[in-house]
């Protein structure tokens, strides 16, 4: 088992609802990403967060909002969401040093997000 | 742009014979490669790494093998076992602070018996 912990396991969610991805880290790393994981395709990075503060988002949709509230939990909160982003969502966490950048991520189980 | 791409989607191996998995890189400075394994509903885990300054690298049962001057990465794994059957994809990070890590799209693993 990860020390990457993430919760629902399986998420089915209509248009209009607005539902939270959460992730929690149990392994002191000061860096956590989100990734979308859809079939056929490479992991697509989201966003991530060093030392707390937001450092990448690529290019993604403002229905997806990540929120880091400290360096051991990470939430993506979905709203008003499209078929298309039925996909696995991952989330991560390395350690990250500011002379030589990300180490090694470590990876939750995912969500399997289904989108109605 | 960079790309990390896997030369076979699909690799069967007899159980108890070696497996290798292949990975070709475009990013001549990439300094970091992981290879990782993901199984059938969870998350992908990390098998092994190596450094740019290395060739080689061994781990119970896997070797990982670089080869700078054709970027090429390759993941041996030394009799195989049905816990083998997953997903197997690398990723490369480039220097500097803010390089990300770039996955492949992943070589799927089947172990017959």
């Known amino acids: 088992e990860t020390g990457v912990t993430q919760t629902p396991r399986h998420l089915v969610m209509g248009m209009t609802n607005k539902k939270s991805l959460k992730c929690e880290q149990h392994l002191g790393h000061n860096a956590m990403y989100w990734y979308k994981q859809s079939a056929k395709k490479p992991l697509e990075l989201m966003f991530v967060y060093n030392f707390k503060e937001q450092t990448e988002n690529n290019s993604v949709p403002s229905r997806f909002s990540p929120e880091c509230p400290n360096s051991s939990h990470l939430f993506l909160h979905l709203h008003t969401l499209q078929p298309e982003d039925s996909a696995l969502y991952l989330c991560?966490?390395?350690?990250?040093?500011?002379?030589?950048?990300?180490?090694?991520?470590?990876f939750g189980p995912g969500t399997r997000l289904t989108v109605l | 742009g960079e790309s990390v791409g896997l030369h076979l989607p699909t690799l069967s191996v007899q159980e108890g014979d070696n497996s290798i998995i292949n990975c070709a890189y475009s990013n001549s400075a990439s300094d970091y490669f992981i290879w990782y394994k993901q199984e059938s509903g969870k998350g992908p885990q990390f098998i092994i790494d190596?450094?740019?300054?290395?060739d080689k690298r061994q781990g119970q049962r896997v070797t990982v093998l670089l080869n700078k001057t054709v970027k090429h990465l390759s993941l041996q794994i030394a009799a195989t076992q049905p816990g083998d059957s997953a997903v197997y994809f690398c990723a490369e990070k480039g220097t500097g602070t803010a390089s990300k890590l770039t996955f492949g799209t992943g070589t799927r693993l089947q172990v017959t018996l």
């Open positions: 991560a966490s390395s350690q990250m040093t500011r002379t030589s950048g990300p180490d090694t991520q470590y």
């Open positions: 190596i450094r740019s300054n290395m």
